[in-house]
């Protein structure tokens, strides 16, 4: 799923999946990645009922931004088996505070066992942002 | 990027990148692979993440790579990198999310003429009886005091529980319990998501699978072990589950920092360590050894459930139904062990990733009847394809840190895969092949494609022909059960 200003596309990896995400804020980008994650689990959700979550994360730099709100993502899917099509995101100095909204997944085609570290960086490129992230699969 | 050029050939299955190969380097890397092996990963980043690998402060001797090597994220899988115990570091992505991930393998003396028509029943006996698929839960509901139980006993606390017999025990690397395992050190997430889901197998490459003692190489080893010819054996594939993956998060979140607190500058931020003697060290050690004996419980249950389904389509249709324990090793782990280095006794921390310990004849950590003949190694093989049964070497001892390879290795990325095969037609393909296929979810399946992986007998005759394995048995699968 991709537009001009922000998106996200599979990237061949030979054990893992690569995901490349832009955006051009950090919570749009966080918000796509989320998205993109979503997608190459191939999650499905309920049409309801309707349930809403609150996340609220530090982290040091933007990478561990990144992989904190992802990885308490899976953490929700897996503990209440739960996915979110509306994500707000609201991110002052490295302090996110995420409104979400979903509802119970109905079908998971694979597992994403973490979000990786590896050779991640988000780096501003052409006034976009732009992250690579490896699942651990 | 590393060019074959770049690389000294030791022999024919053995290759090395010396430590001037990249300045921050602090040991070379030796390859076991044969070149077409070799030529096979130059395109993926397997290579430059066993460099990187060989940057990690602490490290003894040389970075390993085993012949089944593929791209990770930050260590390459088949990878095996030793630590200076307790100055040098410990790397939670060098270990893995999956602590502990392992196979089990039992084997039975039910012939496969006898079982053919009831093969059928078996798949879907084992696929009702052992839970699989994504965030499976199990049977069992575990209370916050049982698990740190697990955490602490691994699977002694089955054997308390009725799941396990000695002999299960007996023949599990470390007894099935690391001591030194402490559930204060993982967080209520974790424990959130370990809870439900013991004795349960997951998704992504883990499998039980029943196969058939193809050919036996080397009789007296195989006689030790309870394998027969001809008869029919069972391989248990899975980890910690969502504990596990829990564990390494958090800590790898954790290290970003320690990172910088210890002054340690790496190429990759993947492969954050801390020293094993600083508090942070010490608190990953105590939870990922928890995590391992929750892997190794977890390998235990299935078993249990696997008996059960193997006594209700046998009992009364063939004389001894039972399944009997070979081994269970990790091939995801980080262990305190002692190796000669340079001629010395060095306490060290062994990361394996990827890759089976395999300790030869003769080591105290063996079970008796083991210790003659040298350890067990499970290699499962990619769906339809053979799997073997090796044994540990005195040489892999003194070369690889007493490690092996751990399967057939990826060398076809996942998005690939599914491009090109569809997961019905190749259901279709394995059962037209005779091989029973329960599977949750057929792109899951596509994914795990035998093209996607490379041939498991020329990583194994790599191992042989390199003396840091022996082969003993051949087996072929005839019904998988897939998450």
Aim: with cysteine.
């Amino acid at each position: 799923m991709e537009t001009y200003l922000s998106g996200y596309r599979e990237v061949a990896h030979t054990a893992d999946w690569e995901l490349e995400v832009w955006a051009p804020t950090l919570a749009e980008l966080l918000r796509q990645a989320a998205r993109g994650m979503y997608a190459l689990s191939g999650i499905q959700i309920a049409d309801r009922p309707r349930l809403q979550r609150q996340v609220d994360l530090e982290a040091s730099d933007a990478e561990g931004l990144l992989v904190a709100f992802l990885s308490e993502l899976l953490y929700i899917g897996e503990t209440e088996g739960l996915a979110f099509d509306q994500i707000e995101i609201e991110i002052n100095h490295l302090t996110l505070h995420a409104e979400l909204s979903g509802a119970p997944i109905t079908k998971t085609d694979k597992e994403i066992k973490a979000v990786t570290y590896h050779n991640l960086s988000v780096h501003a490129e052409n006034n976009l942002l732009r992250a690579n992230i490896v699942f651990d699969v | 990027m590393i060019a074959i050029q770049d690389l000294k050939r030791i022999s024919d299955y053995e290759w090395e990148i010396p430590q001037t190969f990249r300045q921050d380097m602090r040991v070379p890397v030796r390859i076991f692979a044969t070149r077409r092996l070799l030529e096979k990963v130059m395109d993926d980043k397997s290579l430059e993440q066993a460099v990187n690998a060989a940057t990690l402060p602490g490290l003894v001797g040389r970075v390993v790579v085993m012949p089944d090597m593929h791209q990770g994220y930050g260590f390459p899988i088949g990878g095996v990198a030793a630590t200076r115990y307790p100055e040098g570091v410990i790397s939670p992505g060098a270990i893995g999310y999956d602590i502990n991930c392992g196979v089990r393998l039992l084997a039975t003396s039910i012939e496969y003429e006898e079982a053919k028509t009831l093969l059928g029943d078996l798949a879907t006996a084992l696929d009702h009886y052992c839970p699989s698929g994504v965030g499976e839960k199990g049977a069992l509901r575990m209370s916050e005091k049982e698990l740190d139980q697990v955490c602490r006993e691994g699977a002694r606390w089955t054997l308390k529980q009725g799941y396990a017999t000695e002999m299960d025990l007996l023949r599990t690397e470390e007894g099935g319990c690391l001591e030194g395992a402490d559930p204060s050190k993982v967080s209520p997430h974790a424990k959130e998501r370990g809870r439900p889901q013991l004795g349960t197998l997951g998704a992504g490459n883990h499998f039980i699978e029943v196969d058939v003692v193809e050919q036996i190489f080397d009789a007296e080893a195989a006689r030790v072990m309870g394998l027969e010819e001809g008869a029919l054996a069972l391989q248990i594939h899975c980890g910690s589950r969502g504990f596990g993956h829990q564990i390494c998060t958090d800590y790898v979140r954790e290290f970003q920092s320690a990172v910088k607190r210890y002054g340690i500058q790496l190429p990759d931020r993947e492969l954050v360590c801390a020293p094993l003697n600083s508090p942070e060290g010490q608190n990953y050690l105590a939870a990922m050894r928890s995590a391992a004996n929750y892997a190794f419980a977890n390998r235990q249950m299935l078993a249990h459930n696997a008996r059960i389904a193997f006594e209700q389509v046998f009992a009364g249709k063939v004389r001894d139904w039972r399944l009997r324990q070979v081994y269970d090793i990790a091939h995801n782990m980080g262990k305190i062990e002692t190796h000669i280095i340079d001629g010395q006794e060095v306490k060290v921390c062994v990361h394996r990733k990827g890759a089976t310990r395999a300790f030869g004849p003769g080591s105290p950590e063996l079970p008796d009847e083991y210790r003659r003949i040298g350890q067990p190694v499970l290699v499962p093989g990619s769906m339809g394809t053979a799997s073997w049964v090796l044994v540990g070497t005195e040489s892999s001892m003194q070369r690889a840190f007493g490690s092996s390879c751990h399967g057939a290795g990826r060398v076809m990325s996942r998005q690939q895969a599914k491009k090109q095969v569809r997961g019905e037609a190749l259901r279709q393909e394995l059962e037209a092949d005779g091989i029973r296929v329960r599977a949750g979810s057929m792109a899951g399946l596509a994914e795990e494609a035998p093209q996607a992986y490379k041939d498991v007998d020329a990583v194994v005759e790599t191992v042989a022909g390199a003396e840091i394995a022996r082969k003993v048995a051949r087996l072929r699968p005839v019904a998988v059960v897939k998450g």
